[in-house]
């Protein structure tokens, strides 16, 4: 108990809820405590409570566990004065945070306004697709891939070019694979299911069709150098089995047309004037500046 509070504790102070910095307006939701010329109200004491996650949400019942948090809020609350009585919301990097963050919720929201509320995916199209394609939704489908993992792109990129001028892809592996386990077999790791693997393996192995290899994808594990070398089909699925997974892919691509076609009018109609000569005398931190 002890434990979860201190992590929810910690959570709680170090993450400043915008929520809590604004000028809140007139309510009429019990006060349960007053901090200076502040309130917290059970509104308030809600709201907070069901951020947290439902693991350890039990451990906020009962007249022990709400006096606990309302503690933790009480302490935000203090620290939140505190850093206002010392002008730290004046602070240039505290003002830049702010710009950041309404920058990055106003395009979110935009995004919603133009895109996810305007595509629709309806009934009659997911029927019809998977008419189409009924051959391709399988129930029990399993694939059989090897894999070169490696640590950096850049290392990656140049082991697939050795593999596009002729390399044996398994000795490639044997010799540079940081999987020591798939390594001693040539890279391969056997069969395996949907949901088997991360999400970016699995999308980048399901795009291939067998003896393809991929170009590098990263993953938590680093950059996968991937080749498919069998597919063994399981039973046709049924309509009521695939239809969600249609929706999903449907959806996926009404959103990709409308965001792109968003943006390209915007591209179309905004007035960008770029400085060729000033983004090539541009030096990141990482690079060496020219003539040295």
Known sequence: MKKVLFAVSILLLSILIFAGCEEKAKTTSPVLVKVGNAVITQDDFIKEVTRIPEWAREQFSGKEGKDKFLEELIKREL???????????KDPEYVEKIKEFE??????????KEVEEKAKVADAEVKEFFDKNADKFTVGTTVRASHILIDNEE???????????????????????????????????????SGQMVPEFERAVMALKVGEVSDPVKTRFGYH??????????????????????????LAEKQRG??????ANLMKQGKIKKDDKAIAS?????EKPQGK
Do not use: C, H
């Open 103 to 112: 920058k990055m919720n106003l395009i979110s929201l935009i995004l919603k």
């Open 225 to 250: 150098i991937i080749q498919l070398t069998d597919v063994k089909k399981g039973e046709v699925a049924s309509f009521e089995q695939s239809k969600e997974a249609i929706k999903r892919q449907l």
């Open 79 to 89: 620290v939140y004065q505190d850093a206002k009585k010392m002008k730290l919301d």
């Open 282 to 286: 541009m030096a990141l931190p990482w």
């Open 258 to 263: 409308l965001i792109d076609s968003y943006i």
């Open 155 to 193: 290392q990656a990129q140049k082991i697939r070019e050795r593999i596009r001028k002729g390399e044996n892809f398994a000795k490639l592996a044997q010799a540079l694979s940081k999987d020591k386990g798939s390594a001693t077999k040539g890279g391969d790791i056997g069969y395996f299911g």
